[in-house]
């Protein structure tokens, strides 16, 4: 009776370990770790380490999948993208084959959907994006219901449900009809609940999560204090995660920081084990551009053009190349650095439109708004105050040039927390600018909103986010419109 007793024993046990099932165990754990911090070389040994141990277990197609999208986000090579982007579906089938009294099974069909309307977004395939993006959503809202115990949920819905709320107003009724419910508050909060979480599965997507709640802060919220404060006091570690400090270094860079962008960037670890991407020249370009450091720059975004094999912000680092030219006086080289704007790259984000656009209409930037411009962006207020002090309007000639200067004395004064002028220099800009297609006083618009909702004078700001979502056919409109979206959101509540 004992042999037939372990006899059974053994069968069923094997038996058991030959089911496709979901072990999120330390070893797994550790791959997901040296994913999230861009190890995908390493991370794929693993991998295929531990799948000839246990190649049943249905995790490991989850971490291929993490791999696949990282690697396609950052380099957008294309020919990463034809061996990559049929995987996603064939994973996803093998996925469907798994326990579904599991609550990894729509977690990870979720993910897998959502992995895959990523890359389809960054290769321009928005209808297929749109798609998985549904799947996906459909998928996490079902896995929140069946398993609200298990955290992992409130970060993908969390962001979904965020993203789905910046919608405008108009388009809520249709996205509520199709059973879409979002709202940002509620989002940004479940997002944040897992960061916080300290039960058993609250290591198991914590790496996006601090990638990804600074991003839902600063665009969704527009709280630019809070979202610093929250990257400075959470337990980064960006010299070994190259993820969360591409994600530090960005928003820095964006809003007025390069010298801490600098210092993130260069002091970076590096080795075989790290997937090589060329952002890092670009990033570190775009720095030197803002420190006036024209040379380094444009070592830098050279290197990026030479080394990256996408399309994303080729255009902008072509005429940022320009514009050092022009600066140095090189007009020559500025010319022939403004043809390859035209030539290379696409349009799809909105510094490479504006990019073309500027090289296509042929006009040169006026060399002090230019130089006031860089050393704003850069954090040099006082610089870039200097560079324009004893100017006045009547010292530009054309309407774009008296807009910008408007423009520029806002943005420095809002920079440099004298609210007074800039409300003053932004509404003059609002004045000169509001027939022009430059993004000035559609950005000026925004502003005005931002500050006066900062008073709580909501009825205010809610006008002239209106005003900024009513400006046609100008650049950054994208980015510019989904900010003043989510502050009319804001103030309505």
Request: aromatic fraction near 14%.
């Given at each position: 009776?004992?042999?037939?007793?372990v006899l059974l024993f053994l069968f069923w046990s094997n038996l058991i370990l030959g089911q496709p099932q979901y072990n999120w165990n330390d070893k797994v754990?550790?791959?997901?770790?040296?994913?999230?911090?861009?190890?995908?070389?390493?991370?794929?040994?693993?991998?295929?380490?531990?799948?000839?141990?246990?190649?049943?277990?249905?995790?490991?197609?989850?971490?291929?999948?993490?791999?696949?999208?990282?690697?396609?986000?950052?380099?957008?090579?294309?020919?990463?993208?034809?061996?990559?982007?049929?995987?996603?579906?064939?994973?996803?089938?093998?996925?469907?084959?798994?326990?579904?009294?599991?609550?990894?099974?729509?977690?990870?069909?979720?993910?897998?959907?959502?992995?895959?309307?990523?890359?389809?977004?960054?290769?321009?395939?928005?209808?297929?994006?749109?798609?998985?993006?549904?799947?996906?959503?459909?998928?996490?809202?079902?896995?929140?219901?069946?398993?609200p115990r298990f955290t992992p949920n409130n970060l993908y819905f969390g962001v979904l449900t965020t993203i789905i709320g910046s919608a405008p107003a108009n388009?809520?009724?249709?996205?509520?009809?199709?059973?879409?419910?979002?709202?940002?508050?509620?989002?940004?909060?479940?997002?944040?609940?897992?960061?916080?979480?300290?039960?058993?599965?609250?290591?198991?997507?914590?790496?996006?999560?601090?990638?990804?709640?600074?991003?839902?802060?600063?665009?969704?919220?527009?709280?630019?204090?809070?979202?610093?404060?929250?990257?400075?006091?959470?337990?980064?570690?960006?010299?070994?995660?190259?993820?969360?400090?591409?994600?530090?270094?960005?928003?820095?860079?964006?809003?007025?920081?390069?010298?801490?962008?600098?210092?993130?960037?260069?002091?970076?670890?590096?080795?075989?084990?790290?997937?090589?991407?060329?952002?890092?020249?670009?990033?570190?370009?775009?720095?030197?551009?803002?420190?006036?450091?024209?040379?380094?720059?444009?070592?830098?975004?050279?290197?990026?053009?030479?080394?990256?094999?996408?399309?994303?912000?080729?255009?902008?680092?072509?005429?940022?190349?320009?514009?050092?030219?022009?600066?140095?006086?090189?007009?020559?080289?500025?010319?022939?650095?403004?043809?390859?704007?035209?030539?290379?790259?696409?349009?799809?984000?909105?510094?490479?439109?504006?990019?073309?656009?500027?090289?296509?209409?042929?006009?040169?930037?006026?060399?002090?708004?230019?130089?006031?411009?860089?050393?704003?962006?850069?954090?040099?207020?006082?610089?870039?105050?200097?560079?324009?002090?004893?100017?006045?309007?009547?010292?530009?000639?054309?309407?774009?040039?008296?807009?910008?200067?408007?423009?520029?004395?806002?943005?420095?004064?809002?920079?440099?927390?004298?609210?007074?002028?800039?409300?003053?220099?932004?509404?003059?800009?609002?004045?000169?600018?509001?027939?022009?297609?430059?993004?000035?006083?559609?950005?000026?618009?925004?502003?005005?909103?931002?500050?006066?909702?900062?008073?709580?004078?909501?009825?205010?700001?809610?006008?002239?986010?209106?005003?900024?979502?009513?400006?046609?056919?100008?650049?950054?409109?994208?980015?510019?419109?989904?900010?003043?979206?989510?502050?009319?959101?804001?103030?309505?509540?």
């Amino acid at each position: 009776m004992k042999s037939i007793a372990v006899l059974l024993f053994l069968f069923w046990s094997n038996l058991i370990l030959g089911q496709p099932q979901y072990n999120w165990n330390d070893k797994v754990q550790t791959i997901y770790e040296s994913i999230t911090a861009l190890k995908i070389p390493e991370a794929r040994k693993l991998i295929a380490i531990e799948k000839s141990i246990n190649s049943d277990n249905l995790v490991y197609p989850v971490l291929d999948s993490y791999a696949d999208l990282y690697q396609l986000f950052f380099n957008e090579n294309s020919n990463d993208y034809k061996i990559f982007y049929p995987q996603f579906e064939k994973r996803i089938d093998v996925l469907k084959k798994g326990p579904k009294n599991s609550p990894f099974y729509l977690y990870s069909l979720g993910l897998l959907h959502l992995h895959k309307a990523i890359a389809a977004i960054r290769f321009d395939r928005n209808l297929d994006a749109a798609l998985e993006f549904r799947k996906a959503y459909f998928n996490f809202k079902e896995n929140i219901q069946l398993y609200p115990r298990f955290t992992p949920n409130n970060l993908y819905f969390g962001v979904l449900t965020t993203i789905i709320g910046s919608a405008p107003a108009n388009y809520q009724w249709m996205l509520n009809f199709l059973g879409f419910n979002g709202n940002i508050v509620k989002g940004n909060e479940l997002v944040l609940s897992y960061i916080n979480s300290k039960d058993e599965f609250s290591k198991i997507c914590l790496n996006e999560a601090l990638l990804i709640y600074p991003y839902l802060i600063m665009n969704f919220e527009g709280d630019t204090k809070k979202t610093f404060d929250f990257i400075e006091h959470a337990n980064y570690d960006f010299k070994k995660n190259h993820i969360h400090a591409y994600m530090a270094t960005n928003l820095y860079l964006n809003h007025q920081q390069s010298t801490k962008a600098l210092e993130i960037a260069n002091g970076l670890e590096f080795s075989s084990a790290y997937l090589n991407i060329p952002f890092w020249n670009y990033e570190k370009g775009f720095a030197y551009l803002n420190q006036m450091k024209l040379d380094l720059a444009q070592k830098e975004l050279l290197e990026f053009i030479k080394k990256f094999k996408g399309n994303f912000y080729i255009k902008d680092a072509y005429e940022k190349l320009s514009w050092i030219a022009y600066l140095q006086n090189d007009m020559k080289q500025a010319n022939e650095f403004r043809n390859e704007v035209i030539i290379h790259g696409s349009q799809i984000t909105d510094a490479d439109k504006l990019a073309y656009q500027n090289a296509i209409a042929g006009v040169w930037p006026n060399i002090l708004l230019l130089k006031a411009r860089i050393l704003s962006d850069g954090g040099f207020q006082k610089q870039a105050l200097s560079t324009l002090s004893d100017k006045t309007t009547l010292d530009f000639q054309s309407l774009a040039d008296k807009a910008e200067f408007s423009y520029r004395l806002a943005r420095i004064h809002d920079l440099m927390g004298d609210e007074a002028q800039a409300i003053k220099y932004y509404k003059s800009t609002l004045i000169k600018g509001a027939n022009l297609p430059a993004y000035f006083a559609s950005r000026a618009a925004l502003q005005l909103g931002l500050l006066y909702e900062s008073h709580k004078n909501f009825q205010e700001a809610l006008d002239y986010y209106s005003i900024c979502l009513g400006m046609k056919n100008h650049a950054f409109k994208n980015s510019i419109d989904q900010k003043a979206k989510s502050g009319m959101l804001r103030c309505k509540k």
